[in-house]
């Protein structure tokens, strides 16, 4: 099955301990991407790629790393969370090429900074 | 730089037709006009997608003038079911936003 997912899908932590969310992809997508949704403020982009070593800034990168070593996978690295880091995180991945795309999403990672 | 408005919120009723309708400024020759469908706490979900005219599917139709500066998103007999946040995001900037907040109500 076609799909991407998340891990953790609920995770609880404290200020300024480190933690990766992982996305990982089976449709062999060139493009992923990390969204995060608030109330109120929508879906906003964090960090997308292109390719493999290929990464960009998105609308709200401060805060946040992330990296694509493998094709199929893209980790958010938060190194010192924060709680206005509290949000609820998709990942979402496209393929590359013209005409329309469709971007799928994984089902969410809801994260709570103490 | 590409950019879509769409309205915050809509009301409707169960059995009624519902047309969501998004400006697309600036939007590229080659660009395709896409719909998603985000339920609460659920990632968004592709609903339609279209370059010109018209597109109809199981779920919703697409109508895309000639000068493709709007789309409209038509929800035919809406259920209590189709109350979710609808997105118009341009294709280049993957810029979600607010979206739309449909509501249906019995």
């Known amino acids: 099955e076609a799909q991407v997912t998340q891990n953790p899908r609920y995770l609880i932590t404290v200020t300024g301990k480190k933690l990766t969310v992982t996305c990982s992809q089976n449709?062999?997508?060139?493009?992923m991407s990390w969204y995060r949704q608030d109330p109120g403020l929508g879906l906003r982009q964090i960090y997308y790629s292109m390719n493999v070593e290929v990464t960009d800034k998105g609308d709200v990168p401060e805060g946040y790393k992330v990296s694509r070593k493998e094709k199929r996978n893209f980790p958010l690295i938060l190194e010192s969370p924060s709680p206005n880091q509290t949000s609820l995180y998709f990942c979402?991945?496209?393929?590359?090429?013209?005409?329309?795309?469709?971007?799928?999403f994984g089902p969410g990672t809801r994260l709570t900074v103490l | 730089l590409a950019k879509t408005t769409q309205p915050i919120s809509m009301d409707s009723y169960e059995g009624q037709e519902v047309n969501i309708t998004c400006s697309h400024n600036?939007?590229?020759?080659?660009?395709?006009i896409t719909w998603y469908q985000q339920f609460p706490s659920q990632g968004p979900r592709f609903i339609i997608q279209g370059y010109k005219t018209k597109v109809t599917n199981e779920v919703a139709s697409l109508f895309i003038p000639a000068d493709r500066k709007s789309s409209t998103l038509s929800l035919p007999r809406v259920s209590l079911s189709d109350t979710a946040v609808y997105y118009c995001?341009?294709?280049?900037?993957?810029?979600f936003g607010k979206g739309t907040t449909l509501s249906v109500s019995s």
């Open positions: 995001p341009p294709q280049e900037a993957l810029i």
């Open positions: 449709m062999n997508h060139e493009y």
């Open positions: 600036n939007i590229a020759t080659n660009d395709y």
């Open positions: 979402a991945s496209w393929p590359q090429g013209e005409g329309g795309h469709e971007q799928f």
